[in-house]
């Protein structure tokens, strides 16, 4: 039976702020999926079992300062861009790639709760034993280092993992919003709902904390095997960079509104007619 682990309290120091091709200031979603993937991988290799299926996850933020050309900006959820107030590479090139120590970076806090089968026994070893989920963690996550990392709880269903989560913003999906666009392009509406980011609850205007992350890859060539590829055993691709739209809401509102809840549950979406290789929030269970 698929079930939920909510791992509490992960902090994480200078991980990657680039999100996509012109996005700065929180690590990708994909960067999120990536860091699930990699702790089931070793899950499997040190059980000894086959690598389970992500069913799916979800990112609960907590604390987190952006660290942008070397200079530390606003907290995140605070402000629309955390990248506003950065100054511009000084030196020629450092736009194509700056030295490590400008490179927009990011200290946070965060939990996540990975959806996933595994056997009973390998669940109980994993909330028993948290020096074994540490390691299993790693010392690297989102291109950072790994500070900390707290317990392992499980739950049978994503809102009691949220709830075993320490109060937070739950990243939500709202790229579905950029397709209501009446014939205008995805990348104009997305630009427009950045810059006028108000919505109205009730006889209230209500400020909206969103950001553009990228969600997945779009194939511009077809699938192959080519001469160097680092998996010999998977068809290789050129792909381009998806950008989505998501959003932090507080955890309290996510938990009392079924749709919010499904668009935080992260999962992956391969569409091998379009090539289109993607994570969307769409609960689908």
Request: aromatic share 8%; hydrophobic share 40%.
């Amino acid at each position: 039976m698929m079930r939920w682990l909510t791992i509490r309290g992960i902090q994480v120091q200078g991980a990657n702020a680039n999100s996509g091709m012109f996005a700065v200031g929180y690590p990708a979603m994909t960067a999120f999926s990536g860091f699930s993937k990699s702790f089931l991988r070793s899950v499997a290799a040190h059980f000894g079992t086959e690598v389970p299926v992500l069913d799916g996850f979800a990112v609960i933020h907590h604390t987190g300062r952006a660290r942008l050309y070397g200079r530390y900006g606003d907290k995140m959820t605070e402000r629309r861009y955390v990248y506003e107030r950065a100054g511009p590479p000084s030196k020629p090139g450092h736009w194509l790639n700056p030295p490590s120590e400008i490179q927009p970076q990011c200290d946070l806090t965060f939990s996540i709760a990975i959806g996933c089968t595994l056997d009973p026994a390998v669940q109980a070893q994993l909330v028993e034993y948290p020096n074994l989920l540490d390691a299993l963690v790693g010392p690297r996550a989102l291109s950072g280092t790994v500070a900390r990392c707290g317990a392992g709880v499980w739950a049978d269903t994503l809102s009691d993992a949220l709830t075993a989560a320490p109060s937070g913003w739950v990243v939500i999906d709202e790229t579905a919003s950029l397709a209501c666009s009446g014939g205008r392009d995805a990348l104009d509406v997305m630009l427009d709902q950045l810059s006028s980011p108000w919505r109205i609850s009730g006889t209230r205007a209500v400020f909206r904390r969103l950001f553009p992350s990228q969600i997945g890859f779009r194939a511009v060539s077809p699938l192959a095997r080519r001469p160097g590829q680092r998996d010999p055993d998977t068809d290789h691709v050129f792909a381009e960079p998806v950008i989505g739209l998501a959003e932090w809401r507080h955890r309290h509102d996510v938990l009392n509104d079924e749709a919010l809840l499904g668009k935080s549950h992260w999962s992956p979406r391969i569409d091998r007619a379009t090539g289109l290789f993607t994570i969307q929030g769409n609960r689908h269970d």
